[in-house]
């Protein structure tokens, strides 16, 4: 059957089918997710365990073995890798490509994990989850003159914000040390109070625990009981009792050390503008939209640093050429629709909220590293080419057919688009 001669013989099928591509092509054209990378299903699945002050040797024998034999077997699975280091086994398992639902794979390998019998019962608990493929959309720097402290504080603190913004839930700080509490045992005071360097690191290790005290039952719910000791303040520790004396006197952990509150030593070094500094790399997953992280970040930041903001381009198109002035407008009053109608979060409205809350810091704070740009990019060549297109396809077309036939075959370009 001739498709042209089934849809001169049926217009008004024909029509209702163009409308419905028209207003169901612009209703997800409102709720599109915009990405770089198409979507990719998890590959890999990750099951790390950790054995507490054990070493590499016996947490292989002990555990790393026992999980690689446990699922082995499994069906999906192509290989397995294990990386064993002080206290931590790590085990990859790769997927084959012929599995279409990872996480039938991940039940699997839990079921099997949870049967084995004999693994000690030092082991804290066993985590399995799939290596779900993360892309960055756009980081923020905090730089400038300071103690590593005030800085790490600034960058967490902007953190904490970044997450509470509509669609932002993975954030990632680099550039940082850990926290590490320092002791700098005093020889002279062992010497005078007759106490071993050993004595004091198990005094220090047995009262700077979180204890699982077990299960209440009661009638209608279970009460868990846990004894929270672990510091993370070194002002903390300074009354640790090391020993008590027989007149009555007890001698604390401040009278043989001097306690600091320091970072893991380590050759971490962070720059930015030739100043220290630290970044926020904000990540997306698979149904959150790269563009509209971006523009929220950027209004955010904004905001905060008291600097205009054009969300949706406004000023921008005002400054283009007379003649593509138009186009221009037309594209921002396009993305202004958009977030109107789909239900996005409105960036000028994150704008105004912390344009009132700004940093309560003198540190510099910078974006960089957008990538949500590249995407921009090529919406905007798309939008810009079918524009031009659609202008010159009507034009050729009415020097050589009637005005109603080129009428309806640049319909076409649209059509085609939604």
Same mark, same amino acid.
Request: proline share 5%; charged share 25%.
């Given at each position: 059957?001739?498709?042209?001669?089934?849809?001169?013989?049926?217009?008004?099928?024909?029509?209702?089918?163009?409308?419905?591509?028209?207003?169901?092509?612009?209703?997800?054209? /409102?709720?599109?997710?915009?990405?770089?990378?198409?979507?990719?299903?998890?590959?890999?699945?990750?099951?790390?365990?950790?054995?507490?002050?054990?070493?590499?040797?016996?947490?292989?024998?002990?555990?790393?073995? &026992?999980? +690689?034999?446990?699922?082995?077997?499994?069906?999906?699975?192509?290989?397995?890798? @294990?990386?064993? @280091? +002080?206290?931590?086994?790590?085990?990859?398992?790769?997927?084959?490509?012929?599995?279409? =639902?990872?996480?039938?794979?991940?039940?699997?390998? &839990?079921?099997?994990?949870?049967?084995?019998?004999?693994?000690?019962?030092?082991?804290?608990?066993?985590?399995?989850?799939?290596?779900?493929?993360?892309?960055?959309?756009?980081?923020?720097?905090?730089?400038?003159?300071?103690?590593?402290?005030?800085?790490? %504080?600034?960058?967490? =603190?902007?953190?904490?914000?970044?997450?509470?913004?509509?669609?932002?839930?993975?954030?990632?700080?680099?550039?940082?040390?850990?926290?590490?509490?320092?002791?700098?045992? &005093?020889?002279?005071?062992?010497?005078?109070?007759?106490? @071993? /360097? =050993?004595?004091?690191?198990?005094?220090?290790?047995?009262?700077?625990?979180?204890?699982?005290?077990?299960?209440?039952?009661?009638?209608?719910?279970?009460?868990?009981?846990?004894?929270?000791?672990?510091?993370?303040?070194?002002? =903390?520790?300074?009354?640790?009792?090391?020993?008590?004396?027989?007149?009555?006197?007890?001698?604390?952990?401040?009278?043989?050390?001097?306690? %600091?509150?320091?970072?893991?030593?380590?050759?971490? +070094?962070?720059?930015?503008?030739?100043?220290?500094?630290?970044?926020?790399?904000?990540?997306?997953?698979?149904?959150?939209?790269?563009?509209?992280?971006?523009?929220?970040?950027?209004?955010?930041?904004?905001?905060?640093?008291?600097?205009?903001?054009?969300?949706?381009?406004?000023?921008?198109?005002?400054?283009?050429?007379?003649?593509?002035?138009?186009?221009? !407008?037309?594209?921002?009053?396009? @993305?202004?629709?958009?977030? &109107?109608?789909?239900?996005?979060?409105?960036?000028?409205?994150?704008?105004?909220?912390?344009?009132?809350?700004? #940093?309560?810091?003198?540190?510099?704070? +910078?974006?960089?590293?957008?990538?949500?740009?590249?995407?921009?990019?090529? !919406?905007?060549?798309?939008?810009?080419?079918? %524009?031009?297109?659609?202008?010159?396809?009507?034009?050729?077309?009415? !020097?050589?057919?009637?005005?109603?036939?080129? #009428?309806?075959?640049?319909?076409? !370009?649209?059509?085609?688009?939604?």
């Amino acid at each position: 059957m001739s498709l042209p001669n089934f849809s001169v013989k049926n217009h008004v099928l024909v029509n209702m089918m163009m409308i419905v591509m028209l207003v169901a092509g612009t209703a997800f054209a /409102f709720t599109l997710i915009r990405e770089f990378f198409p979507e990719s299903r998890p590959s890999k699945i990750l099951i790390s365990a950790i054995y507490p002050g054990v070493q590499p040797q016996e947490i292989e024998k002990a555990v790393t073995i &026992k999980i +690689e034999e446990a699922v082995r077997d499994i069906e999906g699975i192509e290989k397995v890798n @294990s990386t064993v @280091s +002080e206290s931590v086994s790590t085990t990859i398992v790769s997927l084959l490509n012929e599995v279409k =639902d990872p996480e039938i794979v991940l039940q699997k390998i &839990k079921n099997e994990i949870d049967a084995i019998q004999d693994i000690p019962e030092e082991v804290e608990q066993i985590s399995t989850y799939s290596l779900v493929p993360k892309l960055p959309v756009i980081s923020v720097a905090v730089f400038g003159d300071g103690s590593e402290s005030d800085l790490k %504080k600034a960058t967490r =603190d902007l953190k904490d914000e970044l997450l509470t913004l509509p669609g932002v839930s993975d954030v990632v700080i680099s550039g940082i040390r850990d926290d590490e509490i320092s002791l700098e045992v &005093k020889p002279d005071k062992l010497l005078e109070y007759n106490i @071993s /360097f =050993d004595e004091i690191a198990e005094v220090v290790a047995q009262s700077n625990l979180d204890i699982s005290g077990g299960n209440l039952k009661g009638n209608r719910s279970n009460t868990s009981i846990r004894t929270l000791g672990e510091e993370t303040r070194g002002r =903390d520790l300074e009354n640790i009792i090391i020993r008590s004396l027989p007149d009555g006197r007890k001698i604390h952990l401040k009278d043989l050390a001097v306690i %600091k509150d320091e970072f893991v030593e380590t050759d971490l +070094e962070s720059y930015y503008n030739g100043k220290p500094a630290t970044s926020c790399i904000i990540y997306k997953t698979a149904s959150q939209d790269a563009i509209q992280i971006s523009q929220l970040v950027k209004a955010f930041i904004a905001g905060k640093k008291n600097q205009t903001f054009d969300p949706h381009g406004f000023n921008t198109a005002y400054e283009k050429p007379w003649y593509w002035k138009p186009f221009s !407008l037309t594209g921002c009053y396009i @993305s202004y629709a958009i977030n &109107k109608f789909s239900g996005r979060p409105d960036p000028q409205k994150i704008y105004d909220e912390s344009l009132v809350n700004p #940093f309560d810091h003198n540190f510099e704070v +910078e974006l960089h590293t957008d990538l949500a740009r590249f995407i921009e990019g090529r !919406l905007d060549l798309l939008l810009r080419n079918g %524009k031009v297109g659609l202008i010159l396809v009507v034009i050729s077309l009415n !020097l050589f057919l009637n005005w109603r036939v080129a #009428f309806w075959a640049a319909i076409g !370009l649209p059509v085609s688009f939604l």
